[in-house]
């Protein structure tokens, strides 16, 4: 048995456990899984657009790292405006525990983070796809996807993860995830 997300057995067959420092949830939890306060969390982003790379601990011991959260909502910028904003912490929580439970090595690869309002209205004219009071504007949604991990893989885990919106776009090959209310597109 594997603690990893391998889609070896089907949903209503998988036993395996993800572990959240010292919490221990089944798959599929019925509540949003937070973050222990006191753990050493680390992320690693590449940004597609950019071609940047970050990996730091974004918070360490029991407080969150102001200059890592700046360098943060820099890499998940608005590529096409240059315009950052401050990203919801409990995104980069959920993120956290995303690859966690999916014991991914390489970095999210960012599609989309931070939207200004005009790349919002942009996109959404342009397609019925993406909502005018998108998440993304308020630094609280991430299109992503992680190399060496099935798209259906990470969908399935951030929905076991309860911690807001799944979105799965196979056809352009991410995942949106968002700390919104939990709901599955």
Excluded: C
Excluded at 100 to 124: C, H, K, V, W, Y
């Amino acid at each position: 048995m594997t603690n990893r997300f391998d889609g070896v057995m089907s949903r209503r067959g998988l036993i395996g456990s993800v572990i959240f420092g010292s919490v221990l949830l089944p798959f599929g939890a019925r509540s949003a899984v937070i973050a222990p306060r006191t753990a050493l969390r680390e992320l690693a982003f590449e940004n597609l657009h950019t071609g940047e790379h970050l990996k730091l601990p974004y918070f360490v011991d029991g407080r969150y790292e102001t200059d890592t959260l700046r360098k943060i909502d820099w890499i998940l910028r608005d590529h096409r405006t240059g315009e950052a904003a401050q990203i919801d912490r409990r995104l980069l929580d959920l993120l956290h525990n995303l690859v966690t439970a999916l014991n991914a090595a390489e970095p999210i690869q960012i599609i989309s983070g931070f939207r200004s309002a005009q790349t919002n209205a942009l996109l959404a004219s342009a397609s019925s796809g993406v909502a005018r009071k998108s998440l993304h504007m308020q630094g609280k949604a991430v299109d992503i996807r992680i190399p060496g991990v099935r798209l259906a893989v990470l969908r399935e885990a951030a929905m076991s993860l309860r911690g807001g919106g799944v979105g799965f776009y196979p056809q352009s090959r991410f995942v949106h995830v968002d700390v919104g209310r939990v709901r599955y597109w």
